[in-house]
């Protein structure tokens, strides 16, 4: 099993809508990090995580520690949020270990 | 947030020839750098660690001598790809992390094609 799992693993939605993107991982971690990757390859990191929820424009995230659980939430989305959405856990230490990402493409 | 930058941001390289990366913390100090690669369609994969004036940690299975990682000051380090083959061409990744030790932040990365 995998330390890390993100569902969906692609995900298309219209114009407006809200969604929602899962992590799920399976160790002890210090943080939880966000991170957005667009069709050109460049990694921008959204949020990082070790309680609770945040909050930055459209995007929210939240935690579950005792779950195990994050949630990135996008609302009123828009096609400039399509791109590929990484969870990354960072273990004691401050190495990341990443999920496998979830394909978002919104529709106009 | 603070701004890594990655040089170049693409390169060509024929078999055989080395081609080195430059990773910069442009505005802050960078304790401690990390370069990843990523396949087309998957993760990133962290290749290495590397502390300001030490030698770099490298994972398993990533050969030092083939990636050699240099982090000479606390604003650069390089990954050099020696003696590159096709199946070094990847998509190179570097992140910096500075006196808060919880915060990564990404340069743009580097897409090598080997030919």
């Known amino acids: 099993k995998n330390e890390v799992e993100q569902s969906p693993q692609n995900l298309t939605a219209q114009e407006g809508e809200f969604i929602t993107i899962n992590c799920s991982y399976s160790v002890g971690i210090s943080a939880l990090h966000w991170l957005q990757q667009h069709p050109g390859g460049g990694i921008v990191s959204l949020f990082m995580?070790?309680?609770g929820k945040k909050k930055h424009g459209r995007l929210i995230a939240t935690i579950n520690i005792q779950e195990k659980h994050s949630s990135l939430h996008i609302t009123a989305s828009h096609p400039r949020d399509s791109a590929v959405y990484i969870c990354a856990l960072m273990e004691y230490g401050n190495k990341l270990v990443f999920g496998a990402g979830t394909i978002l493409r919104v529709k106009s | 947030g603070a701004v890594v930058s990655q040089h170049p941001s693409r390169v060509i390289c024929k078999s055989g020839t080395s081609v080195k990366i430059e990773c910069r913390s442009l505005d802050f100090q960078a304790t401690t750098m990390f370069w990843y690669r990523q396949f087309p369609k998957k993760s990133l994969m962290l290749m290495a660690t590397?502390?300001?004036?030490?030698?770099?940690?490298?994972e398993q299975g990533v050969e030092k001598d083939k990636f050699l990682i240099n982090h000479a000051s606390l604003t650069l380090s390089t990954l050099t790809v020696t003696s590159a083959h096709p199946e070094d061409s990847s998509f190179y990744i570097c992140s910096a992390s500075g006196s808060n030790h919880y915060e990564q932040y990404f340069g743009p990365g580097t897409r090598l094609t080997v030919t």
């Open positions: 995580l070790s309680s």
């Open positions: 590397s502390n300001e004036g030490s030698k770099a940690t490298y």
